[in-house]
Antibody, heavy 121, light 112 residues
Framework: QVQMAQSGTEVKKPGASVKVSCKAY????????IHWVRQAPGQGLEWMGW????????NYAQKFQGRVTMTRDTSISTAYMELRSLRSDDTAVYYC??????????????WGRGTLVTVSA | DIVMTQSPDSLAVSLGERATINCKSS????????????LTWYQQKPGQPPKLLIY???TRESGVPDRFSGSGSGTDFTLTISSLQAEDVAVYYC????????FGQGTRLEIK
């Protein structure tokens, strides 16, 4: 069945970078966009961007432009999200999610369990 | 960006009673060429990722109980749980995917 397996908890210092991975199982990796969404402690959901696994094309939320990079390795069905210049308010659970359809505008039908990133001096 | 506003922020309903959550978008999410509303509802329980409940504003995801239903068009949408069960306690989010996705702030649903 479809699963999105994310990498483990990270603790980073302010100014550092973090790279979270998301390995897809149970479907054709290049068939569906992957989105990244984050959730600060006790807060709501915030969309960060998507990657087209076929072309590698990306679309980032304006808030994260210049600080985020989404990539993929099709040989191992894995997507990555790197966030740089970390601040304390980047402390959050970061989710990857599979789009239901192969186009930009799509609901997200399978989500990873999330990766907690803590930014603290 | 399209702003999504949910109401209420929290809601307490007795078991077996109806729960209604509203979601309003700052601009229409109805795509005229296919007459589809680009609106989803997610359920999130503590310590879990969001779960897709409803998409295209009213299409129930496979496996979602039929007590969950979505309605509305354009800018105003509603999620209804017809008969609240204990396992429905969660935070519910609406999300538009007409343009770059944005979420509502969430509605916390509890048992009265």
């Amino acid at each position: 069945q479809v699963q999105m397996a994310q990498s483990g908890t990270e603790v980073k210092k302010p100014g550092a970078s973090v790279k979270v991975s998301c390995k897809a199982y149970g479907y054709t990796f290049t068939g569906y966009y992957i989105h990244w969404v984050r959730q600060a402690p006790g807060q709501g959901l915030e969309w960060m961007g998507w990657i087209n696994p076929t072309s590698g094309g990306t679309n980032y939320a304006q808030k994260f432009q210049g600080r985020v990079t989404m990539t993929r390795d099709t040989s191992i069905s894995t997507a990555y999200m790197e966030l740089r210049s970390l601040r304390s308010d980047d402390t959050a659970v970061y989710y990857c999610a599979k789009a239901r359809y192969y186009y930009e505008s799509s609901p997200l039908d399978y989500w990873g369990r999330g990766t907690l990133v803590t930014v603290s001096a | 960006d399209i702003v999504m506003t949910q109401s209420p922020d929290s809601l307490a309903v007795s078991l077996g009673e109806r729960a209604t959550i509203n979601c309003k978008s700052s601009q229409s999410v109805l795509y005229n060429s296919n007459n589809k509303n680009y609106l989803t509802w997610y359920q999130q329980k503590p310590g879990q990722p969001p779960k897709l409940l409803i998409y295209w504003a009213s299409t129930r995801e496979s496996g979602v109980p039929d007590r969950f239903s979505g309605s509305g068009s354009g800018t105003d949408f509603t999620l209804t749980i017809s008969s609240l069960q204990a396992e429905d306690v969660a935070v519910y989010y609406c999300q538009q995917y007409y343009s770059n996705p944005t979420f509502g702030q969430g509605t916390r649903l509890e048992i009265k």
